[in-house]
């Protein structure tokens, strides 16, 4: 064997498809890619989100009350990890209130900073978890507008009780100009940033899907942008780590609409919650920064 990390040895250690590692390779260096392959083969910690209004150690002392190893997240302030499996804390009706949530969708909530009374439209929302969350922040006076383009995904936001909804193609929202104070864009993507838990997902993927892709999210965030309002913002958030659809899409965009700029994601993030997470005005969470899953954002200011 040569020395020193490939693509061929590393295809070899880990199994993935030779496509991904080669880019991975060229986009992160080696010896990054061989810790993301490695941090790949081992399952993504259970994370539950605590309820607003109740206090997080507290519910992390209940949980240790019933012996169910529990302990805050590193990132979130409303994240609780869990060492063992979801099973005990389903079985005890006294926890029914906390939702499973991967603590890099909250961070990603969290980035929208939603404000009391605000109107807000989620247009990629399905399963609803981040819709949620924006629901929480706006009140009761604000508004939380999801769409989602799949039926399936709409009966699952309904499911969860999230209302108003609309069935749409969020490159072309059916709604007035410039109607909200902020927009969520959590696009459609390759998903390689959630290896740990969808480990199939490598070999679903096809390089030619990523340009298809990368164009698609385009779309979807020309027409995010054309319903915010002047002063108002819009988070683009996926969960992969491939820069064709992520930076590269948001400088396109940045590019094409002069009216809109980045705005650095850890002078949003809670103080001393962002470490780690924040890299040239961009959130971006990784197994290999506190075992987080794989999901870019930015926040962007009309
Ligand atoms: C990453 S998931 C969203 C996750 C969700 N925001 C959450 O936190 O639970 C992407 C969603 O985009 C939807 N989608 C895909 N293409 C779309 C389009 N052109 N317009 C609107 N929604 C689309 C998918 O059905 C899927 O539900």
């Known amino acids: 064997m040569p020395k020193g990390p490939t693509h061929g040895r590393l295809a070899i250690e880990f199994s993935p498809p030779a496509w991904l590692v080669k880019l991975w390779g060229s986009e992160l260096g080696w010896d990054t890619t061989r810790e993301l392959l490695a941090a790949n083969q081992n399952a993504a910690p259970t994370c539950l989100r605590v309820p607003l209004d109740q206090n997080r150690e507290s519910v992390i002392e209940s949980l240790l009350e019933q012996n169910i190893a529990a302990r805050a997240g590193e990132f979130s302030s409303r994240a609780i990890r869990l060492d063992g499996p979801l099973g005990a804390v389903r079985a005890d009706p006294n926890f029914a209130n906390l939702i499973p949530q991967s603590e890099a969708s909250l961070l990603v909530a969290e980035l929208m900073a939603a404000k009391s009374g605000e ?81 199939e997902i490598r070999w679903r993927r096809e390089p030619r899907d990523l340009a298809k892709l990368a164009r698609k999210q ?37 590019a094409e609409h002069p009216e809109f700029c980045l705005e650095p994601a850890n002078e949003i993030l809670e103080a001393g919650m962002h470490a780690g997470v924040t890299r040239n005005g961009f959130l971006e969470t990784s197994p290999l920064g506190g075992g987080l899953d794989g999901f870019f954002a930015a926040r962007l200011r009309r």
């Open 218 to 254: 385009g779309d979807i965030l020309n027409g995010g942008a054309s319903l915010v309002r002047s002063g108002g913002r819009m988070v683009y958030a996926t969960c992969t780590f491939v820069r064709e659809e992520n930076e590269a899409v948001v400088q396109r965009f940045l």
């Open 119 to 199: 109107a807000i439209a989620d247009l990629c929302a399905a399963p609803g978890g981040k819709t949620e969350l924006l629901r929480e922040g706006v009140g009761p006076g604000g508004l939380v507008v999801a769409t989602d383009k799949a039926p399936s995904g709409l009966l699952r936001l309904q499911g969860r009780g999230l209302s108003p909804l609309a069935r749409c193609d969020a490159a072309h929202p059916p709604f007035p100009a410039e109607s909200f104070d902020a927009v969520l864009v959590d696009a459609p993507c390759s998903g390689l940033g959630t290896l740990r838990g969808h480990p």
